[in-house]
């Protein structure tokens, strides 16, 4: 997926109350992003990969999270409130993919995708990042489709 597209692409698996980084791939850009590198740690609330683990978990555990972190604010467009948490998640599980848009870093922008297990739980996620201004809602469409047919062929894996 990374190289069909040229976007980075990170791949995360939940460690308690934040997104693991297990791998990370560059994109063909002339910038590197800074946030999440591999074996680094981001929270739950932001970031398109941490944001798409918390598609399987249940609203009273998103709201002891949010509860216990206390949902800390990296740009203006970090996700602060429960409501706005909740809102977002049900989102997240309705379309299938989450999108980051500089929540965690000004002018960086991420297409989040879950991982199930055959189980149906959530065990990781991968995303794609990219400059937030690319991202078109045609562009955003475009790159989900990519990422969510990447992670048809990882599950059929997990299922053999």
């Known amino acids: 997926m990374v190289e069909e597209t040229g976007q980075a692409g990170f791949l995360c698996v939940p460690d308690g109350d934040h997104a693991f980084c297990l791998e990370r791939i ?8 800074l946030a999440l590198g591999i074996g680094e740690r981001q ?3 932001c970031g398109g990969a941490p944001r798409a683990l918390l598609a399987g978990m249940s609203d009273s555990e998103i709201a ?3 509860m216990r972190t206390k949902l800390p604010r990296y740009t203006s467009q970090t ?3 429960l409501e706005g948490l909740l809102e977002n998640v049900l989102l997240i599980r309705k379309q299938g993919y989450v999108v980051s848009e500089q929540d965690v870093s000004l002018d960086i ?6 991982i199930y297990d055959p189980l149906n739980r ?7 990042s990219s400059i937030a201004s690319t991202y078109t809602p045609r ?4 790159l989900a489709e990519t990422i969510k047919a990447a992670v048809r062929r990882i599950s ?5």
């Not at 560059?26 to 992003?33: A, K, S």
């Not at 922008?109 to 879950?114: K, L, T």
């Not at 959530?122 to 794609?128: E, K, T, Y």
């Open 43 to 45: 929270p739950l609330h």
């Open 109 to 114: 922008a991420a297409i989040g995708v879950p």
């Open 79 to 81: 996700i602060t409130t």
């Open 139 to 142: 562009r955003i469409v475009e």
């Open 64 to 66: 002891a999270y949010a």
């Open 156 to 160: 059929r894996h997990l299922r053999l």
């Open 122 to 128: 959530v065990i990781a996620s991968v995303s794609l």
């Open 26 to 33: 560059e994109g063909r850009h002339f910038f590197h992003i």
